[in-house]
């Protein structure tokens, strides 16, 4: 049996000793127990390690406390010198504004000054950057932020003058535009009432002002008569609108007028109503006075005198003017017994809900309402058309087409082009009258065509 070598066991227990010693020397330490320089362990007294930890947390606070200090004083310097930004840019906005208030009107003094604080205001603004960029605070900002907030208080202020002084400027400069404008307005107001004077509300028949009754001739019946269709149609119009407020059949109410009539367009039957308004106002025209006074009217030139003097007479004053003066004249009372005929009763209640009007005129007192001045114009137009013609020697005379005649350039003017567009137009049918929209009239040798309304018949 071989021996045991020494060198071979004493490594193994060494390593073992050094091991239970490092956690014996681990555990003295926790417990308060340390090694002397002998190797001997003794016991730390428990009063000592607290004072130590006392006096490192109290280093440790005061230490917090400082930079709590510190910061708190950096986060207010920081403030100033952002409330400082802030008032250097409300003094830059403010002397822009007052540069640009110094620009109209020209002011070069004040140009400069507000040039002048501008460029200033720009360096500090500059000077505070680089105050910004080095952390070059102001530890005592009090005073600063309250210097700060004053000026831009003061900016603000001026900034405010400055716009009320513009503000006011452009009132100035509106105010003036308003009297300029007013005084054109006035200007053109005195124009349009000589216009009007010379118009006579409608109609351009102050070409008749210097007529005198040798130098008659058919276009002065011309003119008239264009005057009279176009009064006619804007009665028409607002008879039509009045129809459609009241919600009439305004088919069926054309049917009744005139009935069977193929139009070419649904519009189209404006003109029956147009028909209607011209049959009334013009029956009667070839007698004198429309025999308001029966048919014992004297003949002659110097009745003729008098039918040119009428015409004159009316010619140059407002219709309303007219009845306000002579509500019992001649043309009044063909005013009065035209409403009668051409409103029915059953029309004016139902487009006005009563008969006030109807009744007023009945009494020869002529209301100021928008139907009843159309009407009136209408019946002016009419009655000096009236008069004009029997101022000629011979008088002038009237005629209409009969339904179902042939188409006649001589005699007719078509009121729809689109009888002679249609593509339906053969040998077989063609174009023919429907009824007479306006009639036509003969002056001396001179024919004035009545328009008419064409619509497709059979021939036979």
Request: one cysteine or more; a positive charge; charged letters at 25%.
């Amino acid at each position: 049996m071989e021996a045991v070598r020494p060198s071979a066991v004493t490594p193994s227990k060494s390593k073992w000793a050094r091991t239970l010693s490092k956690v014996l020397h681990r555990h003295a330490t926790a417990a308060g127990v340390v090694p002397d320089d002998d190797g001997v362990h003794k016991v730390k007294p428990k009063g000592t390690e607290e004072w130590n930890d006392s006096q490192t947390t109290k280093r440790l606070s005061q230490k917090f406390d400082r930079l709590h200090e510190e910061e708190l004083e950096t986060k207010v310097a920081l403030e100033a010198l952002i409330a400082k930004i802030f008032a250097t840019v409300s003094a830059i906005k403010a002397g822009y504004a007052q540069l640009q208030h110094a620009q109209s009107p020209y002011d070069a003094e004040g140009i400069q000054g507000a040039d002048q604080l501008i460029v200033s205001d720009l360096k500090k603004l500059s000077e505070l950057k680089q105050c910004f960029l080095k952390k070059q605070y102001d530890f005592s900002p009090e005073q600063g932020m309250a210097l700060a907030e004053i000026q831009e208080l003061k900016s603000l202020s001026t900034t405010f003058k400055i716009m009320g002084k513009k503000l006011e400027s452009q009132t100035r400069l509106k105010e003036s535009e308003i009297i300029f404008l007013k005084e054109k307005l006035d200007e053109s107001n005195k124009q349009n009432r000589l216009l009007e004077k010379r118009l006579n509300q409608s109609g351009q028949l102050f070409v008749l002002d210097n007529l005198h009754l040798s130098t008659l001739n058919p276009t002065h019946v011309i003119t008239v008569l264009r005057q009279t269709v176009k009064s006619i149609r804007g009665f028409v119009r607002l008879m039509i609108d009045e129809m459609k407020l009241a919600d009439w059949d305004i088919n069926a109410a054309a049917s009744s007028i005139q009935s069977g009539v193929m139009y070419w367009k649904e519009d189209d039957k404006c003109f029956a109503f147009e028909s209607f308004i011209c049959r009334e106002m013009f029956k009667a025209f070839h007698l004198p006075y429309f025999s308001l006074f029966g048919s014992s009217v004297p003949q002659g030139k110097k009745h003729a005198q008098v039918f040119f003097d009428r015409f004159m007479e009316l010619k140059s004053m407002k219709v309303k003017e007219y009845l306000e003066i002579k509500p019992k004249s001649t043309f009044a009372k063909f005013c009065r017994n035209k409403y009668l005929q051409v409103v029915h009763p059953k029309m004016e209640s139902s487009f006005f809900g009563n008969l006030n009007t109807r009744d007023m005129v009945s009494s020869y007192q002529f209301p100021d309402t928008t139907f009843f001045t159309l009407f009136a114009e209408m019946a002016k137009k009419v009655w000096l058309l009236h008069c004009l013609a029997f101022a000629f020697q011979p008088q002038a005379s009237i005629f209409q087409i009969t339904k179902g005649c042939r188409f006649s350039e001589v005699y007719m003017e078509s009121v729809a082009d689109e009888a002679f567009l249609s593509a339906d137009i053969g040998p077989e049918s063609e174009p023919r009258v429907a009824f007479t929209v306006v009639p036509g009239f003969r002056v001396g040798k001179t024919v004035i065509q009545c328009q008419v309304y064409l619509s497709q018949f059979k021939s036979r």
